[in-house]
Structures are given as C-alpha cells and as structure tokens.
C-alpha cells in the first residue's frame, strides 16, 4: 500500500477551473484604461492563474447614452456610436471558460453618468440586461458574450437611483439559470459618498476597496475595522470585502505598497473575518508589467492570499477556530446561487476537505497500520489542498 501512496503522492492533477465566490483567496484586477501606457488583451490577462475576476473598465457614460472606453482595445462603432467590441466579446467567452468572472464596471473616476430616479434606474437596469447580459437587442457591444455581472464604481457623489437599479438586475438576474454578480467600488472612508446607500440597501457580493489615493491606505489611518464593522452587522452579512491596492507605485498617487512582509502581515490579520474576500488591484495592465523579484506583483498578491489556512495546518487546534471564519456558503445569494456551475461544487469540496482533515488522518493511520509519519502528513495536506475532483476520489479510497 506503501509504494501505492507514493505513486498517488506523485501524480500530476490537472486543476478543475470554476470560480468560488466565498473564497478569501481571489484577485480581482481592472482591465480596459491601460493606465500603465499599455495593455495586453483581456484573455492574456485570463490566461493567468493569478486572478479570478476581471472588471472591465469602464461604462463610463449613462444613461441617456451609453457609452464606452477600453482606449486601444476598441475602436470599431455601431451606427449610434456605442463601440463594437468583436475581440473583447471573444476574449470575454475565453476568460469565463477558463473560470475567471467577467463583470461590466460603471462609472469611474471621469466620464459623463448619474441616475436621476428610481424610474430611470429601473429603465437602465433593461438597458443594461439587454445589452450586455441575458437580454437582447440590436445593438451589444460584445455580441453573444454575456458578462457575469455589474460593477458601481461610481466617485461622483450622486447616489440617486443605485438600490432601485441593484433591485431591479437582481429581478432580471432571478430569470436566468446563469449566476450573476453584483459589486462595488467604494473609496476607504466610512460611509462613501457614492455608493454607501447602495452598500447598505442592495444585496451585493464583493465591495472592492479602494485603500489608495486617499487618507485611509493601508500604511496610514488603515481603517478596514469599520469596514468590517458594517460587513458583519448590514443585512447583507455574506457580502466579501476586497482589499484594493494600487498595482504599482505609477498606479496610483499613494497606497501602493512595496513591502511584501507589510501585505502579508495585513492579509493575515483581516483575513480573519469570514467577510473577507481576497485582493482588488488598479489595474491588470499595472500589477502584471510591474515586477518584483522575477515576478509580476499580482503574482506575489496570489501567493500571499494562497498563505491564508496554512498556518492553521500546523496547528489542528487553531484550524478549528468560529463557524464563520470558513465563508459563509451562501454568499453568493439567491440569484447567484442558481447556476449549476463548478463554483459551488468546488465550495463544498474545499469545505468538506477543511472539516475532514482529522477524520481522514484517523482512517489513513487505522488502514496503513505501519505508514510513516511524514507520508500521512503529505496525504493529509494533499486532501486538505487539493483542488481536483480526481484527487478527492483517490483520497477517499483510505
């Protein structure tokens, strides 16, 4: 059984892809503004393993128009003007394939948009539906390609008409058998003044943070407490808070951070809360360009957030830790917990693996009688981190 186990040990399992929204471990990054001075395309970025969800940037006028910009990425038009985004379209097919998340990001920090009502949002949420996700009309700018959701990345003060057009997606959402995906953008300080209604009424998934260009970054007055705070007393208590962090030091005018050790420090203190959802970085074109010790920076913020649980495998007693530090399953909520993906089978196996590490050691050692220590330890971490179905099957046969 020895030379089985050390056969099985050594086997290359290909990763099963899928997207899991109650992880604290994902990348969110931005695409389409090129802020480093160029970008590569959209399914380059996807093609690494480093992230999870892209947020294409930007919608940046509505409603009366809308209007796009992915500067170089797009410059062919439909009659009315709104871009024609063949490429894109294509790129965002690839990406969801390869399991990342690809959601439409309004807003931004220029451009000409601001909701009047709740008539009008409720007007714009069609608008939206049928143009860039499970609707139809004349015109959509990817084609066939449906985005998995919507981002508010609004900074112009105005909060009118964002809850009714939140409620009015989800309804649209609750039609289709397709998980979508609500998020939001909010500046560090406590309640923003864009999207805190939106924050404290709608039901959203992820608000990625922006801890930079303001007073409250991570190195000065870090108040991700508050945050924290609102997370685990709003209503929406399954929403996943992002740490958002400039990509390099010309991403941004403060808040980018060099210091690995400081990162990894913060990620293992915040990481605590199960409201905790990963990493957010300004953006694709910035974290992949800019390089540190031989590798991108998005690279070495994957590898930080992959150290969350790590510590605890050391110490059975400390993986044991609250209910809610292992994400709550439903927080995708109930429109994005329709679909039957990959995500949420992967949400279960990585729970089941987590709550079964000590009983697969008991069976292992009971089966094995004479197996060393060092070859159950591998057994046990290779059950707590696998990420394949093969893995899991072979594992279950000790």
């Avoid at 006028?61 to 992915?70: A, E, H, I, R, T």
């Avoid at 406590?190 to 709608?202: Q, R, T």
């Avoid at 000065?220 to 609102?230: C, E, G, I, L, M």
């Avoid at 609250?322 to 995708?332: H, T, W």
């Amino acid at each position: 059984m020895l030379s089985l186990l050390i056969t099985i040990l050594g086997l290359e399992i290909a990763p099963v892809f899928g997207f899991d929204a109650s992880s604290k471990k994902n990348v969110a990054v931005y695409w389409g503004q090129a802020s480093a001075g160029s970008q590569e395309s959209l399914a380059s970025y996807c093609q690494s393993s480093d992230i999870d969800i892209i947020l294409l940037s930007f919608l940046h006028s509505f409603p009366q128009k809308v209007g796009l910009d992915f500067t170089s990425s797009c410059t062919s038009s439909f009659p009315s003007g709104l871009l024609h985004c063949d490429q894109i379209g294509e790129d965002i097919k690839t990406c969801q394939n390869l399991g990342k998340k690809v959601l439409l990001s309004m807003g931004g920090s220029a451009g000409s948009y601001g909701l009047s009502d709740d008539t009008q949002a409720q007007e714009f949420a069609d608008t939206l539906w049928n143009t860039f996700a499970g609707g139809s009309t004349l015109e959509r700018p990817f084609n066939d390609a449906i985005v998995d959701g919507f981002d508010f990345d609004i900074e112009n003060q105005n909060s009118a008409g964002y809850v009714a057009l939140a409620a009015k997606l989800r309804e649209l959402f609750s039609s289709s058998t397709k998980s979508y995906y609500l998020s939001a953008a909010p500046q560090c300080f406590f309640p923003d003044a864009s999207v805190g209604d939106l924050l404290k009424s709608a039901y959203i998934d992820f608000a990625f943070i922006q801890f930079y260009n303001n007073h409250c970054n991570v190195d000065r007055q870090f108040n991700w407490d508050t945050w924290a705070k609102f997370a685990s007393s709003t209503s929406n208590k399954n929403i996943k808070l992002y740490l958002g962090l400039p990509g390099s030091p010309s991403a941004a005018a403060s808040g980018y951070i060099s210091n690995m050790t400081k990162i990894q420090s913060t990620v293992d203190l915040i990481s605590r809360s199960g409201n905790f959802g990963g990493l957010m970085l300004w953006d694709a074109s910035q974290s992949f360009s800019n390089q540190v010790d031989g590798n991108s920076y998005a690279a070495h913020m994957k590898e930080i957030l992959n150290t969350i649980g790590t510590k605890a495998l050391k110490d059975p007693e400390s993986s044991k830790g609250p209910e809610s530090s292992k994400g709550p399953e439903s927080s995708k909520g109930p429109e994005s917990s329709k679909g039957p993906e990959s995500s949420s089978v992967q949400s279960r196996t990585s729970t089941t693996l987590s709550r079964n590490t000590d009983a697969s050691a008991t069976q292992v050692s009971t089966s094995g009688g004479s197996l060393s220590t060092s070859v159950l330890t591998k057994i046990i971490r290779l059950k707590t981190r696998a990420k394949s179905s093969v893995a899991v099957k072979v594992l279950k046969w000790f």
